[in-house]
């Protein structure tokens, strides 16, 4: 589904999540981070694009914090979903930056590195139990020392198709490809059967494509990318062909997340990712593509697949921090995890909480069906997306795809170059 | 809308009713009271239809979008123009999400105080600019040629550290203060006055009139039509604004309209129909005000009509 | 902008000397303290390696010399001067035309006026959506191509063919905008000049070219110059046309899009983008005083 999608994509980066324990240590020395002391005063919490439609769960929240804590009173924001990157950079260079902030992890790491979230290993390292391990880790950063954002909700779900487009070309609809060599042969043999009519997908691959394909992302220090090895250029070379034969969509070069849901919607691409949020959207939205909907697994070369996170910061320079701290906490703990998940489809980072029997028993339908699985899937999903691969390089690594796609350069040469220049965005991000 | 047609028609076409003629059909005259001929005209209403089905289009498209219902398919292909059951509900859910009104209400405080200032700020400097003889006037004109160039893009971050500065983040006045006189319009204000006969304030200052009587009097009044456009284009700027109210303001209570708008567009899920009905909701009161100004784009001829 | 007719000037003279000042004064305040001092700060930064967290040290011309070198800023240079090249001409004379076109009473002209400018007050977003739908593979355009049986045509899947539909688009949103600056330029034509031309029985393009053409000259290079400008600082348009990412391979970068690219976000390089920013500001300079050049010679 589009929106999803966009919103987490701007969002997401997390930790490569196995090699952070390597980490070197260095790590800015961002204020104090003690945050031991009474839970007192007034704070303020905020949200990314959540107002409008969880209002009264967050009035809720707020109000039982404050009952539990008489002494604090937390102010709530909350900010659009368009330009929040920008938003925040105003604040963290004007220095009025929220005590309690909603971030993703592209987002936390130049923050921590600037000395502006708190540390809490230091500060509230006896909550890490309650987090799933791969939750609590996204939010580390390569380089340096602590993790820098309680763990929020997660997301992943699967990959959808086009029922009737599948039959249109001839193949089996209830026999949806389930491994990377399958989806290239169904691309292809889609396109074929259709005279290059009918694309399988509407974007080019991305880092977290590569990360599911089985290239190494990055070195273990994370000093220094490596999506340019031998599988990664396998990778680029398998979308070539897809491209050359119309299994890609024509405008997939300049696709973004919410186009490539609109393609799919309209019916112009047989294959697109994405959450079990999608389903009451394309009931919504697209009622007579809904009936044919197939639903299968994500597919993965590493047998993990790929989530979101999102994460609640403390600003380390809150003159509040006691409060900050409990209030981040409160947010983030199990059982208030469990109830925002069960508001909208997404998926708690507490440990234990996928297996509470709402994630685990099926009643039949698609709904409940997506939210088991991905649920699943999600104890040992990896959020591919390195937690220092920033906005630019992202940039850097599409255009690079794009000019090997078009033939400009050959797979090796463009990722190289992606390689390098991703590395010198790294050295002066600093 | 109607209403502004009817007295701009009306007050148009009055000296051609006042003719002798006492013809019976309606007469279609042009603005010099002559009678227009029926193949031009013809001609002319195939090109505005041409033109209209150009401009407004797209935006019929986005009204028929905002009033479909919750069963019809809005991704058809191809798009299916006419909703199948028009409905006004998404506009009610508009307001059920957002306090919509209240985001109005300080996109039009923002809106109407960016005209006002505007208004008096661009015309007072456009007017020095372009009438009064000083030392550094050459260098003031600059200023603003200068401000007109600055690519925006660079400077926001810089911007918002100075209005922290003053204490004014967070408030609606730090929104309006960057482009409440913006150079744009005081060139445009300058170029008006330029094109002024020198003759029409001659012969005031003749009679003795200072320099603020002339200004308020006399150049002021035959400079209507410019000063209507300076008014629609600070009253859009201000409304239509998103990035630098959204980093001025945190405190939601105060968002203008085009942010608040900007929460349909859910964390979760797309609603194109929600979309479709806050973008009608943003432009409906723009094409509103222009529709009552327009008419004073062409009052210049008979206001300016002093010249001697 | 339009060249000062400075002879009658000369003769409105005695006036309180500090009068002036007071007049300009509350534009200027607001421009110097909100516009051109924030730009100060883009122009110090030019020269350091700031980043957006990170104050940065002096760098000298680094940065700029990094540009020379840069793929991507010479792309950017040259889509933003075709931009320039594409959009200026379109946008001097349409708009004039439909000036020309609503200037008559006729019945319903109000509506029609209204109507055009409507483009205009709509927030780009929404515009940029509208005309991607609009020009997808799948989308109205193609569909009516195709039932004149013309094959669908990539306009946004080509690197030219997304910078002319951007162009497009930039054009069809100025219409009504620049439509009402002739609008009010019009009005000052004195109808006796048009009277005039009729009585001595000069066609539709005659009077177009010896009476409105004339009268309008200084709005023209008004237009120009203003149309110029924004122009070469296109973003919006070719960013919602091409994606974020500019196109096809980022074919379709114009310089503010990558100001904005490299120099926005918490990982912005806040120097190397307030060079770009600089050469921006430059090269509007220049095309400033191209225009008014062009028109004083034409003038002369």
């Known amino acids: 589904m589009p929106i999803p999608r966009r919103t987490f994509a701007v969002a997401a980066v997390a930790a490569l999540v196995l090699p952070l324990s390597a980490c070197g240590s260095s790590g800015g020395d961002g204020g104090s981070t003690d945050a031991s002391g009474k839970v007192e005063g007034e704070i303020t919490f905020q949200t990314w694009n959540l107002r409008a439609n969880f209002k009264p769960y967050f009035e809720d929240l707020i109000a039982a914090f404050e009952e539990k804590y008489p002494d604090t009173h937390v102010k709530w924001v909350d900010q659009p979903g368009e330009g929040y990157a920008d938003k925040i950079s105003a604040d963290a260079a ?44 996204s939010h580390q950063v390569p380089g340096m020392e602590g993790t820098y954002a309680f763990p929020w909700y997660l ?37 074929e059967k259709t005279d290059g009519e009918v694309a399988t997908l509407a974007n080019v691959p991305t880092i977290e494509d590569f990360g599911r394909y089985g290239v190494p992302l990055m070195n273990k220090e994370g000093t220094a990318f490596s999506f340019n090895d031998a599988k990664g250029v396998e990778l680029l070379t398998r979308y070539k062909e897809l491209y050359e034969a119309g299994a890609l969509d024509s405008q997939a070069l300049t696709a973004t997340p919410e186009s490539s849901g609109k393609k799919f919607l309209t019916g112009a691409v047989a294959m697109n990712p994405g959450s079990a949020l999608d389903l009451a959207n394309f009931k919504k939205q697209a009622p007579s593509l809904y009936k044919n909907i197939g639903i299968t697994d994500q597919i993965t070369s590493t047998g993990h697949v790929n989530m979101y996170v999102m994460g609640v910061m403390v600003n380390a320079q809150s003159e509040r921090k006691p409060a900050a701290v409990a209030f981040a906490h409160f947010v983030t703990n199990s059982a208030h995890q469990m109830s925002f998940a069960k508001q909208v489809a997404i998926f708690p980072s507490t440990a234990g909480s996928l297996d509470d029997p709402y994630f685990t028993r099926e009643d039949g339908t698609d709904e409940t069906r997506v939210r088991v699985a ?53 050295t002066q991000q600093g | 809308m109607s209403v502004a047609e009817k007295t701009g028609t009306a007050e148009k076409t009055g000296p051609a009713e006042k003719a002798p003629a006492p013809a019976r059909e309606p007469r279609i005259t042009d603005e010099h009271g002559r009678r227009v001929r029926v193949w031009e005209l013809a001609l002319r209403y195939l090109l505005l239809l041409a033109v209209l089905v150009l401009t407004v289009g797209p935006f019929l498209w986005q009204l028929s979008t905002s009033l479909k219902g919750p069963t019809e398919d809005i991704f058809s292909s191809p798009p299916k123009f006419l909703p199948a059951d ?122 003795g009139a200072n320099v603020w009587q002339r200004f308020w009097r006399i150049a002021l009044p035959s400079v209507k039509g410019t000063l209507a456009v300076v008014a629609i284009f600070a009253f859009m700027g201000a409304w239509d604004d998103f990035l630098w109210p959204l980093i001025v303001l945190s405190d939601p209570s105060r968002f203008t309209l085009t942010i608040g708008l900007n929460y349909l567009h859910g964390t979760f899920a797309n609603d194109e129909r929600l979309v479709a009905a806050g973008t009608i909701i943003a432009v409906a009161p723009l094409i509103v005000l222009f529709a009552c100004l327009q008419r004073y784009f062409f009052r ?8 001697g | 902008m339009a060249s000062p007719t400075a002879s009658g000037t000369r003769r409105v003279r005695r006036q309180l000397p500090t009068s002036p000042w007071l007049f300009a004064a509350p534009g200027l305040l607001i421009t110097g303290a909100f516009i051109l001092y924030p730009f100060v700060s883009t122009l110090v930064n030019a020269f350091t390696d700031r980043r957006t967290l990170v104050p940065g040290e002096f760098v000298g011309l680094a940065n700029f010399r990094e540009l020379l070198h840069d793929d ?41 006026r209204s109507a055009f400018y409507t483009p205009v007050v709509a927030s780009i977003v929404v ?51 620049y439509m009402i600056i002739y609008l009010a330029a019009l009005a000052n034509v004195p109808r006796e000049l048009h009277e005039a031309a009729a009585v001595d029985g000069a066609g ?39 994606g974020p990412s500019g196109g096809p391979a980022g074919e379709d970068t114009t310089l503010v899009m990558l100001v904005q690219r490299t120099g926005t976000g918490l990982t912005g390089r806040v120097g190397y983008a307030s060079a770009i920013s600089v050469v921006v500001f430059v090269v509007t300079v220049a095309l400033m005083l191209l225009v008014l050049r062009a028109d004083r010679k034409e003038e002369s």
Not at chain 3, 73 to 94: D, I, K, Q
């Open chain 1, 94 to 137: 004007g220095g009025t930056l929220p005590d309690v902030v909603n971030v993703s992890p592209d987002l936390v790491a130049p923050l921590a590195k600037a000395g502006l979230a708190l540390d809490l290993d230091k500060a509230a390292g006896q909550y890490e139990k309650e987090y799933l391990e791969g939750a609590w880790a």
């Open chain 1, 155 to 191: 997301n992943t779900g699967p990959l959808f198709y086009n029922k009737s487009l599948f039959e249109k070309a001839g193949l089996d609809a209830d026999k949806p490809p389930t491994t990377y060599d399958e989806l290239f042969d169904t691309a292809l043999r889609l396109a």
């Open chain 2, 86 to 207: 028009p409905t006004l509900h998404n506009y009610e859910r508009v307001s059920e999400t957002i306090p919509v009104w209240d985001y109005a209400l300080n996109s039009l405080k923002v809106a109407t105080a960016n005209v006002v200032t505007n208004c008096v700020g661009s015309a007072l400097a456009g007017y020095a600019l372009a009438r009064l003889r000083y030392r550094g006037r050459r260098a003031a004109t600059l200023v603003f040629i200068l401000a007109m160039l600055v690519p925006v893009e660079g400077i926001i971050i810089a911007q918002f550290t100075t209005m922290r500065e003053l204490g004014l983040n967070n408030t609606l006045v730090g929104v309006l203060l960057p482009g409440c006189v913006s150079a744009l319009n005081v060139l445009l204000m300058r170029n008006a006055f330029l094109n002024l006969p020198h003759e029409i304030e001659e012969a005031a200052y003749v009679d």
């Open chain 1, 374 to 426: 991905a649920a699943k899937s999600l104890k040992t999903a990896v959020n591919y997306t390195p937690v220092l691969f920033s906005e630019q390089m992202k940039t850097e690594l599409r255009n690079a795809v794009a000019k090997a796609l078009q033939g400009k350069e050959s797979p090796k040469e463009a990722l190289d170059n992606a390689v390098k220049a991703c590395d010198r965005l790294l």
């Open chain 3, 204 to 242: 539709a393009l005659r009077r177009f070219l010896t009476v409105t053409v004339p009268a309008v000259r200084s709005t023209m290079v008004l237009v120009a110059a203003l149309s110029s400008v924004a122009a070469f600082k296109v973003f919006s348009e070719v960013y919602l046309m091409a």
């Open chain 2, 300 to 307: 210049g001829v008979g206001e300016g009509a002093v010249k």
């Open chain 3, 127 to 177: 515009v940029g959506l509208i005309w991607v739908w609009l020009l997808d593979e799948r989308g109205l355009v193609n569909s009516l191509l195709e039932t004149v049986g013309a094959s669908p045509v990539g306009f946004l899947s080509d690197q030219w063919l997304i910078l002319l539909s951007a162009m497009a688009v930039t054009v069809w949103k100025g219409l009504g905008y």
């Open chain 3, 72 to 112: 991507m800023f010479w792309t950017g240079l040259r889509n933003s001067t075709l931009y320039v090249l594409g959009v200026v001409p379109a946008l001097v004379l349409l708009p004039l035309l439909l000036a020309l076109l609503v200037q008559k009473n006729i019945p319903g002209i109000t509506f029609f």
